[in-house]
């Protein structure tokens, strides 16, 4: 009964802080051929266990690590803005170079950044229990490569959907910057919803300042 509710509690966790990782999935792959995209999310998804199994081993050392969220939310940013790049660039007839390694890379590179709550809470949900653990994580990588390939066809169909993919990777970036130690114990002031507010305006201003950037700057200059 109790590893019927640990079960239970690693699938609702996975469905729960899985999704940044499956927009970023998505992003990535879209632009590449159905067969080619298949197969970089395979790879990707197979790559990121063995990750996350390792990350599981140094979790606890790694919240130590003063700034290394910090880090990765700035590098969460980057990836947002380049991927809006590649969309506005589309958008503008340039011809993609849609790279396959190019996608596994940006993917296993997100997870690698994004991965830490899910490996926490699949932790504590296993309860010490190796199986559950390798349970868990092997289903989190399942349900991240599901999602990633339905956020692919439908940004294939809805074009604006890279609009909000691109916010989500930034919106996540920003709150891991804002949640890391080196902010929290210098700035006092910075409350949950100041936070919030903070967030926000870096989602905004990043996703115009990539459509600035990318499309009507490049109109201005041709």
Known sequence: MLALYAIVRIVVINLVLSGDNAVVIGMAAHRLPSK???IAILIGGGVAVVLRIILTAIAALLLQITGLQFVGGILLIWIAFKLLKEEEESK???RIAASMREAVITI???DLIMSTDNVLGVAAASGGDLRLLVFGLIMSMAIIMWLGSLVAELINRFWWLSYVGAAVIAWTGAMMMFEDR???ERA???SRSIAYVSAA???IGVTAFAHWFHRVRGTREG
């Open 36 to 38: 080619q995209r298949r």
């Open 92 to 94: 503008e007839g340039v």
């Open 108 to 110: 296993l590179v997100a």
């Open 182 to 184: 080196f902010l929290t």
């Open 188 to 190: 006092e002031w910075l």
């Open 201 to 203: 305006v870096i989602t």
